[in-house]
């Protein structure tokens, strides 16, 4: 792994308390049998958004010392949380992450993926940062103990697009997130250069007080998506195919690394850019950026 960083100056139902989760979803999607150490604890609840009018799924996990005392813990917010990316879907394997390294907080999945080319892109990305911001962060900050100071968004390919649209919504007056983390963002898409533009011709040299990890990778993979296409069923699927398509047939390294250029030579005072390079294809690089992300955001506390 390779890094550089750049610094300058609605309605909701709690549908199970407590579900243990084996192989994060694999189990309507696939063969299990065989597979060890695959069991999390989690809540799963449901939100009706009156932004998107979409009904979402949320896979929540609190890390074991939650129930000990009373403190609060950063939440972390993953898109995609219904995907079931290798090896055991994003959610459990994102949990797994944070228990391996032994990093207290909070991870909510966000279900919906099958909407993700209306949600993530624009001009539908913001209603879904609406319902993220004015919906789901209320909802969750009101039934856990959180930290609403400490806030984490992440997504990959369209979802990591959308975690740079978010920041580009929200600064310079009103950041709901203290940490970005873009996996594989799709930085090609027209609606996004252009809201790009708009951004960096508004805000000037005005404070960005956040840090925006862009991770991207180098190998491209033909197993792999046929792998995937074939673990979620996407035949019948459009959304689900072109994510199949996306997520293995190369990687966005060139788009990611130009736009982290981009963004350095703007000298957004208070921005914490972080870059980071993997050797592994496009929805290879999810698991690894995340890792690698996490460590660096909770090692500067």
Do not use: W
Not at 126 to 153: G, M, N, V
């Amino acid at each position: 792994m390779h890094q550089q960083v750049n610094r300058f100056g609605s309605t909701f139902r709690i549908a199970c308390a407590c579900l243990l989760l084996i192989a994060a979803f694999a189990a309507c999607a696939g063969d299990v049998h065989g597979r060890e150490d695959t069991t999390v604890s989690m809540t799963l609840a449901t939100i009706d958004s009156a932004q998107t009018g979409a009904v979402y799924k949320l896979y929540i996990y609190l890390p074991d010392s939650y129930a000990a005392g009373n403190a609060t813990y950063p939440v972390i917010y993953a898109t995609d949380g219904d995907a079931a990316f290798p090896p055991d879907g994003r959610f459990v394997n994102f949990t797994k992450i944070l228990q391996r390294r032994r990093i207290d907080a909070i991870l909510v999945g966000i279900g919906g993926t099958e909407r993700r080319n209306k949600d993530f892109l624009l001009p539908g990305a913001k209603a879904y940062h609406e319902f993220i911001t004015q919906e789901l962060i209320p909802f969750i900050d009101s039934h856990f103990r959180t930290d609403q100071k400490r806030r984490i968004l992440s997504g990959i390919s369209y979802g990591g697009a959308f975690v740079v649209t978010s920041l580009f919504l929200e600064a310079p007056d009103k950041l709901y997130f203290s940490d970005y983390i873009s996996a594989e963002g799709s930085f090609f898409l027209r609606s996004f250069i252009a809201q790009e533009r708009a951004f960096s011709a508004a805000i000037g040299t005005r404070s960005i007080p956040a840090t925006l990890i862009l991770a991207r990778g180098s190998v491209t993979s033909k197993v792999r998506q046929q792998e995937f296409s074939a673990a979620i069923g996407s035949r019948n699927n459009p959304a689900m195919s072109n994510l199949a398509r996306d997520f293995s047939d190369a990687t966005n390294g060139a788009e990611v690394a130009a736009f982290y250029r981009r963004m350095v030579d703007r000298h957004y005072p208070g921005l914490v850019l972080i870059q980071t390079h993997f050797p592994t294809d496009h929805i290879g690089t999810d698991n690894p950026s995340f890792e690698d992300a996490v460590i660096k955001i909770f090692e500067q506390e």
